[in-house]
């Protein structure tokens, strides 16, 4: 026997074969006698802590409550500032339409233009009618002045005097009229009239639009319209993905009859009226500030009640379950509320423990949230408010 055992150690194959044998079994047998009291990070700054008589290990990081915009959510669309129908004042032949619709015009600008026929001349009459009455009553007043002239013929001349004012000021008007203006800086959205079409008195010619700023308007439920912040900042997501911001300009005091919901509008500052009217779109009306937590959204789970929560641990490392309540989403994130101002929640694992377990907690880094920009004064056209945070990093193996 010993002289077989002598032969196969003799072979180079069995000798490597037993030498790999025996480390195999070493190591296996060093994972049971040698217990895990070190714990080890795959990053730099974490650390995992190891409980006696905890079997489960868990992933952990430390989260504080940061201030949070509450938002009223409803639909929209983007409307006009102003649109006004332009109407002659006068019947007349249409002469002349300098503006092209959908041209931009400035105040003052003539749109349309009504054949003149005699004003010219009516106006030129009541001109020279009204410069002789003036040179009678010069005339008169030096009579009476004199006392060559009764009181009844100083107010005669008096009453023709005004009389050829009042057919002068007619005449000019009856002149003026003939342009039809922009009355504000628009667009020209459409024409009602073509060259050579007589339009009457009343009638449109041309409507306009005020488009800088834009309204986002919609409508709010009464339950919640009485938490909106006139003033205040709000944006909207339109169409297209197009984020805007501006202000809660208006609130209606007044319900709509039929939805029982309140009128709100938002200005936006639209320069160079890029952005049009009827676009639809999601409005989002500040409503106050709270404090919350920003987590993932798939790390909210239910109880066995099917209540809302999520799993955190408490100084011992024992797991607890805490309802929440949403506030807000952003970006793949939840805001709740309900949780402790700082609170260790478990990130990866929470699905294998239960509330009282004991765990092993491998502390990760906090998350770098990027903070968002303080809310503006103004209104520049921009990306959708986001809420206001100020980020707190803490990890909790410093405070172990």
């Known amino acids: 026997m010993i002289s077989s055992l002598a032969s196969i150690w003799s072979n180079h194959n069995h000798r490597v074969a037993a030498l790999v044998t025996l480390l ?28 006696p008589g905890a079997s489960q290990r868990v992933q952990a990081r430390q989260i504080r409550a940061r201030s949070f915009i509450t938002q009223v959510l409803v639909n929209g669309y983007t409307e006009a500032n102003r649109s006004v129908r332009l109407r002659a004042e006068l019947d007349g032949v249409i002469t002349r339409l300098p503006v092209a619709e959908g041209s931009i015009v400035q105040r003052g600008e003539v749109i349309c233009e009504i054949g003149a026929e005699d004003r010219q001349e009516q106006l030129a009459l009541a001109e020279a009618a009204q410069r002789k009455a003036e040179l009678d009553y010069a005339g008169a007043l030096n009579l009476k002045k004199q006392g060559l002239l009764a009181e009844a013929a100083m107010a005669q001349q008096q009453v023709a ?21 922009a009355p504000f800086d628009g667009v020209v959205n459409s024409r009602a009239v073509e060259l050579g079409d007589f339009i009457r008195r009343g009638e449109t010619c041309a409507t306009v639009l005020d488009l800088d700023p834009i309204l986002v308007v919609g409508e709010v439920a009464e339950n919640q319209v009485g938490n909106l912040i006139p003033g205040g900042s709000a944006s909207a997501q339109l169409q297209g993905g197009i984020p805007v911001q501006g202000t809660l300009r208006y609130i209606s005091q007044q319900a709509q009859e039929i939805t029982r919901a309140y009128r709100v509008e938002v200005a936006v500052h639209n320069p160079g009226n890029k952005l049009r009217g009827g676009l639809s779109g999601r409005l989002a009306l500040p409503t106050g500030e709270i404090m919350a937590h920003r987590i993932n959204a798939s790390l909210l789970t239910l109880d066995d009640r099917g209540e809302l929560g999520v799993r955190i641990l408490d100084a011992d490392d024992r797991v607890e379950f805490v309802k929440v309540t949403l506030v807000g989403d952003e970006d793949g994130s939840v805001w709740v509320g309900g949780l402790p101002h700082q609170a260790t929640l478990i990130t990866v694992g929470q699905e294998y423990v239960s509330t009282g377990d004991l765990v092993q907690v491998e502390m990760i880094a906090p998350e770098q949230d990027v903070d968002s920009a303080s809310r503006p004064d103004d209104i520049p056209l921009g990306p959708v408010l986001m809420p206001t945070a100020e980020q707190h990093p803490a990890e909790r193996g410093n405070q172990r």
């Open 24 to 51: 195999a079994a070493a190591w296996l047998l060093s994972g049971v006698l040698l217990p895990d009291n070190q714990g080890t990070g795959g990053e730099a700054g974490e650390a995992t802590m190891t409980r």
């Open 161 to 181: 005097l005004a009389l050829a004012k009042r057919d002068y000021v007619r005449a000019k008007v009856s002149v003026d009229d003939l342009k039809i203006r």
